[in-house]
């Protein structure tokens, strides 16, 4: 019956599973499990046969996504051949984690792409990112079996890196104040700069504030 089926299955996520799933019987219901072939991913993508969907791959393209990336998602959709997936894509990510092979090289540069979980500390960089880039709460919700910082630890992080962040660019960059003129003469208005000094030492505002009160 699966050999059967197989010939059915012409999506390319496929090429991201196990080729035969695993038949189960749960609670007088058939299901296929479809074991991510991911070297860390423990994931089972279960599909019930007596549904209307029962051959919808809805879920294993969201399982993807995530584990794999929507990049290499998307070069699969790309692909001509289901084959070329499973060889030169899955095969080459498990291989060295690249799938250059799989893309017409445009420009100069090495392509790579990584379809690992990040780990804890990568995390946390790119959820400081995101949270500074794109003005995020700190209160980030996911999946379960994914790890996510709390609230706290977001803020404190998102603090340090500003405080590092000023220090390095106070050293790149030096402080200059101007003082300058401005008027009106017959209608039209005029400026004129006076005199440029480099300041010594520049005083935030809210060290300013610590040091008055």
Known sequence: ??????????????????PTPTI???DGRRAH???CCARSCK???RRYLDTKDARSTGNLRKHV???????VLKAADEAKHANDVRTNI???ILRNGSITAAFERNGKGDITYKHMQHTRAETRAEIIRWVAEDLRPYQITGRPEYYLPSPETVSRDV?????HTRKRIAKIYHAYVAFCVHLQHKGETLSFP???IELGKVVCFPDLIATVF
Do not use: P, T
């Open 65 to 71: 996504k995530v584990c794999w990336g929507e990049e």
């Open 159 to 163: 603090r340090q890196v500003f405080v």
């Open 1 to 18: 019956m699966i050999a059967r089926l197989q010939k059915e299955w012409n999506s390319h996520v496929y090429a991201f599973f196990d």
């Open 90 to 92: 899955v095969g080459g």
């Open 24 to 26: 189960r019987v749960i």
């Open 194 to 196: 006076l005199d440029i």
């Open 33 to 35: 499990e479809f074991q």
């Open 43 to 45: 994931v089972k993508i």
